[in-house]
């Protein structure tokens, strides 16, 4: 990671480590530095204790006339120097108490704006990523964010503070020779934690990546669970996995090798440095300069100067990893939304429903255009059906119209507003859709149906549910309502998946209602009473159609046949069928597959 990027994501963090929005949190972070610096103050007495019991065992007299005789006992300054370290570990574990509340605002709000976002992007952002590595990346992102924000001012600023407090000690006790060694030490120990954990980054960047995929693998595989058992890939999967794992086992070493000899720099430096600095003192003893207490205060002064010197280096590598994972959780922060609001964009006001497609122009990549000049009116209250052969645009169209995508030409609108001169939010509101494949949350039936308007009572959600004919399959469960469906409702049938989302739909009770092939995955006598419910709820709505079996859009106002984009034929049903075009070829094949099944069916 460059210089630059580390720095623009510092600053972007700045707004978390002190929240202009929380006067209370900027208290607390201006305590917890006070504290840090009282903590830091005593610390440095604790050598001078020692010191002084030191000198007072070997004989020699202490020159403290501040303080009286019997605080200069053994005893006494024994228990001062346990007395300093408690009361310099209460000031730094009630500042770590005091800064918790900042660091957890900061996770909880960017935890916040990462999930927001992700509702934000645009459907084709969600087709193209992978559930499993996105995940990754905002539980990573987070997680850093809380090292940041803590270790910056709780590690980084004690380090520096306390490199001066100690230089300043040693220049005004013994001269500018121990400040020279001390200066040498924590400068070289610093520019080689920082060398070394830069090229540990590169590593732990190949490391999050085989994470990443060892996990997005996983997830992919669990969730076509069914899909792995039919086709006994069990293997295949085993070994993708392993391939996957071994990446991130390679990568795991490395890193785990690199610490080692981080670690052995650190120490090497280290110890070299207080060689010198003891070598000094050893010496002035030697010739009558300094005292045994001397010796053994420069001596604990560079062990306590070591601690905080070896904290900064975990510290360092743990900001520097940290921020590794921040850079790609601000990266998709940064991902631009596809579909916003225009500036000065309105509410919907839709009276009636009436939908209007003209001269509709749209492809997901430019060399493949899906639809290509499509025009057409529902009017209030009215049903149009949509068929067409599997890649069409029939699908495509109600995507549109709930504004997932934009038109690349032309315009829709209801009741005469154009969709992208309204919000999106109010736009949806006044459609409800059925899609073909239904995914629930995994939570109970009961919650799946009552998502369509969280504000409904019990009752509604109960009639909404007899509506959609579940009412029966419901009372059968021991739990009821309160059954829960499992992980993308794969502990229900995918019949009755469709009829929880046609109960939530009709507990919406929209203006306009969607219906992208809402029956396919229902047999035949489910189908007819499925259909005779969405007639019950459609009627008086103005309703479109996606249509798989013909034999459910018989009573259709208006039939459009799409083939290659375009509008092939339109009509009622019966206009098509004496047509003897694409939509009686349609008509009948199905209807001889139908008579196949209906012979099956009974002779089984």
Known sequence: ??????????????????????PSLKRLVFIAVLLLVAAKLVTATVPFFFKYVTDSLAGNALDLPYLPLFLLTPLMLILGFVAARIVSIAFN???????????????????LQAFQHMHQLSLRFHLQRRTGGLSRVIERGTKGIESVVRYTVLSTLPVIFEFALYAGIFFYNFGIAYVVVIAVTVVS????????????????????RADTEANTHAVDSLLNYETVKYFTNEKTELMRFDQ???????????????????????????????????????????????????????HLF???????????????????????DIELLFGLLETP???????DAKMLSAQYGAIRFDDVHFHYTADRPILRGISFDVPKGKTLAIVGQSGAGKSTISRLLCRFYDVTGGSISIDGQDIRSVTATSLREVIGVVPQDTVLFNASI???????????????????????KIDTFIKSLPGGLATEVGERGLKLSGGEKQRVAIARTVLKGPLIIILDEATSSLDTKTEQDISQALNRVSRGRTAVIIAHRLSTIVNADEIIVLDQG??????????????????????????AVQQVEEKLQSLS
Request: hydrophobic share 45%; no cysteine; proline share 3%.
């Open 1 to 22: 990671m460059a210089d630059k990027p580390v720095f623009g994501t510092v600053i972007k963090l700045w707004p978390y480590i002190w929240p202009h929005d929380r």
């Open 93 to 111: 574990q009630l500042r770590d108490a005091l800064f918790a509340r900042v660091s957890q605002h900061a996770v909880r709000q960017l935890a």
């Open 189 to 208: 120990y610093s520019v080689f934690t920082v060398k070394t954990s830069d090229w540990r980054t590169v590593i732990r960047r190949e490391m999050n």
């Open 244 to 298: 996957a794992i071994a990446q991130y086992e390679k990568a795991g070493v490395r890193t785990s090798t690199s610490l080692g000899w981080l670690n052995f720099g650190q120490a090497a430096i280290f110890s070299l440095g207080m060689m010198a600095s003891m070598l000094l003192s050893a010496n002035a003893v030697m010739r009558g300069e300094q005292t045994i207490g001397d010796f053994v205060l420069i």
């Open 302 to 324: 560079l062990i306590q100067l070591s601690q905080p010197l070896a904290f900064i280096g975990g510290v360092y590598r743990e900001i520097r990893q940290s921020l590794t």
């Open 337 to 343: 939304a596809e579909i916003t609001d225009a500036p």
């Open 446 to 468: 009961g919650y799946n149906i009552h998502y369509g308007r969280l504000g409904a009572s019990a009752d509604e959600v109960w009639k909404a549910a007899v509506s959609a």
């Open 566 to 591: 375009l509008i092939a034929e339109r009509g009622t049903h019966r206009n098509l069928m004496s047509k003897k075009g694409l939509y009686q070829k349609m008509w009948s094949r199905q209807q």
